[in-house]
Every structure is written in C-alpha cells, then in structure tokens.
C-alpha cells in the first residue's frame, strides 16, 4: 500500500507503509499521512520449548543458491513458494527461525532454492514462525506475500520457542490473545471493507514501528508480514505496503469494517499487545 519513496512507509490497516533504505515509515489512514520509524521490540520471555509437526523421512539435501537469488524485502516478496499448507489453522504455532545470516529458501525439502531470507527487513529483525518440519528442513511463513512458505534446511541454528498466538475473527470482528494456548484477553476491533479486506490466513508479527497523529492515540503499531490482497485496488501510495495492528481513538469504528486491512484496537488493549507481544508472534486471520 505504498510506493517506494526515500524512505518507507507502513499501512498499519487504514494505514500505509513505504519501504527504502533500513527504516520503516508508517503512513496511516487519515486524509494525509503520517510518519514513523520501527523502534527495536523487546522479548518478553520464552514459554517451554514445543516442536513442530516432524516426519521421520530421511534427510533431504539443500542444494547450493545461486548467489543472483532475489532477496525478500518489505515491498516484495518472492515468487513460485508453495501455498501454507493449513492457512487458517489455529493450532498453536511455537517455534520460530531467526535467520543470523542471509538463509535461502526452497520451495520443497531438497527442491529449489528460489529466494533469499535477509536477517534484517527494513531494520526489523527477521523472526518467521515455523509451520511444518519435514526430512530435515522446517516450512516457514514467508513476509510480504501472502499464505506462503518457504522451506530451510534445520542444520546451523536454533529455534526460539513462541508463547503468544494472536487471532482475529472477520466475522466477529474481534481479536484475541493466547498465551500457551490460554486465552488472556478479547477485544472488539475494526477490520478492513470490502473493497480493501483485512488478509485472511496465518501470518506473523514483524515487529514494532512507530506512528504520528491523534488517531492513534500516540501509540505505536504491531507491523505484520501480510500485505493488500488486492493491491490495484488501493490508491498508488498504498499499493506496496503491509497491514498491522494499532490503536484507535476513535471507539466508534469498532465492530465494523472501516479500515484499509488493518486491524484498528482500543488504545488500552493496543498497549498491551507492545508490552506483550515479541517479533514471530503468529497472527491467523479467519472468515
């Protein structure tokens, strides 16, 4: 939802973000727009270690990258990745890759490394929730396209373990917050029209940036790894940006769907979720 300028900016759901350089602006949905850069987000702890769905097939090898592979970037994402293979599933995801070096990713275990993973996105940490493991490799969801995966061989790096699941329900236009499963607390929220729908499937928490203006109740906004489904249909400026999480100062939008994809919160439910909530936090967006 936003064009490449000299630095980025971020729609945060009625909001726009374009993307240059290592900084996130964030546009938001007002008539005009507003700026901010991504701060750093802090880890609020780890819960006990979970696996992933594993099978017993014996190792698949990685081929070697060519060193041309495109490189994922906020406003482009890679193409020809297989489809989330449980795209609203709400099983608990709990593990996560946080790629120290540029990480390829295949699109099968042993198939074809088709793009690079970079450790950093527009100064935001890279943080991917694991969805699968297969023969040795795991399936992670992939930023800046939507209900995709890419798959990374498991050997070099750890996994980080994921405590908090969030889920947005289109038709009750409502959030909730899990912590180990449990859930903590549910809001009422405003979610995208129509015309620009708030994306459906899992996707993830990139992490924070900030915003500017009364609107959002001088919070900042959770970034997420979604972007427009449809981005021919929004305005030029928004057309390559990312949906997200933020506040809303006005209480009079919850429950409806007023926004341009993002999910609109109340201020006080909005800062819990920055206290809470760390990078990978996976985001599952159902009918």
């Excluded at 009422?188 to 959002?216: C, D, W």
Aim: glycine fraction near 8%; proline fraction near 11%; aromatic fraction near 4%.
């Amino acid at each position: 939802m936003s064009t490449i300028r000299s630095r980025p900016y971020l729609w945060i759901m009625a909001v726009v973000a374009l993307v240059a350089g290592l900084g996130v602006t964030v546009l938001l949905n007002r008539g005009a727009g507003e700026t901010s850069r991504p701060a750093a987000i802090a880890d609020p702890g780890t819960p006990p270690a979970t696996a992933a769905p594993t099978s017993e097939a014996p190792v698949a090898a990685a081929k070697a990258p060519p060193a041309d592979l495109p490189v994922v970037a906020y406003a482009k994402g890679p193409r020809g990745l297989p489809d989330d293979p449980a795209p609203e599933s709400v099983v608990p995801i709990t593990e996560a890759m946080r790629p120290a070096t540029k990480t390829a990713l295949y699109d099968a275990p042993g198939g074809e490394p088709l793009a690079f993973l970079p450790p950093r996105i527009s100064g935001l940490a890279t943080v991917v929730p694991i969805v699968a493991r297969a023969n040795g490799w795991a399936a992670v969801l992939v930023p800046a396209t939507n209900r995709k995966v890419g798959w990374v061989p498991t050997a070099g790096w750890q996994a980080e373990t994921l405590r908090d699941q969030l889920m947005v329900d289109l038709s009750e236009r409502s959030l909730i917050w899990l912590r180990a499963g449990e859930e903590q607390a549910r809001w009422s929220v405003a979610i995208g029209t129509k015309r620009t729908p708030t994306p459906l499937g899992r996707t993830y928490v990139m992490g924070i940036t900030g915003t500017s203006g009364a609107a959002f109740a001088g919070l900042d906004a959770l970034v997420l790894g979604s972007v427009p489904e449809d981005p021919e249909k929004m305005a030029a400026s928004l057309q390559k940006a990312h949906t997200g999480i933020h506040a809303w100062s006005n209480s009079a939008v919850f429950g409806r769907n007023v926004s341009n994809g993002c999910v609109r919160m109340p201020p006080k439910a909005q800062r819990k979720l920055l206290d809470q909530v760390a990078p990978g936090t996976p985001v599952v967006v159902t009918a």
